[in-house]
């Protein structure tokens, strides 16, 4: 038997364990979440309104009804340019904590963890205390009355209800993405910057020319899971907002779950479904073979 034949068999020998290692978790994830996935996507295809309804299959009637509304496709547009701005937002944000953290301070370690924290707290809890907070009766309301200014209306201002969506998720996301940051910012040789000193280059060059360019993989990790995440967005627009008003912060996820358990549309919903999944893995893919050129990748 040839060498290559040798690691071939090796090859699939080890694949064969770890199927049957990993075959639990596979039937768990197909039972808990593959399959109402897939009949969700499935749905889609479907006029169904109503549970004592039967469903009627439509082909693709439910896919044109959706790009055919006017509030499907505002409410389509919408979910793309809010995703956009958090995914960029919390990177950037990230990005500078990052460099904070990797600076020798005195107690880096607490100055660490506090930026996690928001990581690991409740979401439904914090969009609570947001909504409290911008209620037209709450804190804010009573703070700026105290002073003699002009109350902000979050309740019937979309522009600053999404600045509240905005401003909560990159408090929410900016730990975790900048703990990936540093990860990447540690591992970059100190022997390049030690080299671009010696060169006489500035902090802008040695950015630009070292940091960024060793970054590249996280880079591309941190914005795809980003975009993925801040596409599908939903407690903080359920909790802070709630769409409102009348549907001026309203977004994809949260118009599908409506036409699903509160309108009982179930093609509907799972048409938005599958054109939301397939608008994430097209911006998600897309990212990840525009961010593979610089390495002369197909």
Known sequence: MTGSAVKLKKK????????????????????????????????????????????????????????????????LWRTVWL??????????????????????????????????????????AVSQIIAIMTDPFGVLTAFFQARGWTPINFVDSAGWGFA??????????????????????????????????????????RFWHITLPGLKPIVTYITVTGIIGALQIYEPVAFITNGGPVDGTMVLTLKIVRDGITNFNFGKAGASSL?????????????YAFSRRGHGEA
């Open 12 to 75: 699939w020998t080890d694949g064969k364990k770890a199927a049957l290692i990993l075959s639990p978790m596979i039937l768990w994830w197909a039972v808990a979440a593959g399959f109402p996935i897939a009949f969700g996507f499935v749905l889609g295809f479907f006029n169904w309104k109503g549970v004592a309804a039967a469903p009627t299959f439509i082909w693709f009637e439910n896919f044109a009804a959706f790009f055919k509304s006017a509030l499907y496709r505002t409410i």
């Open 83 to 124: 995703g956009v701005a958090t995914t960029l937002s919390t990177v950037l944000t990230a990005l500078g904590v990052a460099l904070l953290m990797n600076m020798k301070l005195k107690m880096r370690g607490v100055f660490r963890s506090l930026w996690y924290i928001p990581a690991v707290t409740s979401t439904v």
């Open 164 to 205: 509240a969506i905005i401003a909560y998720s990159v408090w929410k996301g900016v730990g975790g993405a900048a703990l990936l940051w540093l990860a990447g910012l540690q591992c970059i040789d100190p022997v390049l910057y030690e080299a671009a000193d010696v060169d006489g280059a500035n902090a802008v060059r």
């Open 275 to 287: 054109i939301l999944a397939v608008i994430i893995f097209a911006a998600s893919a897309g990212y």
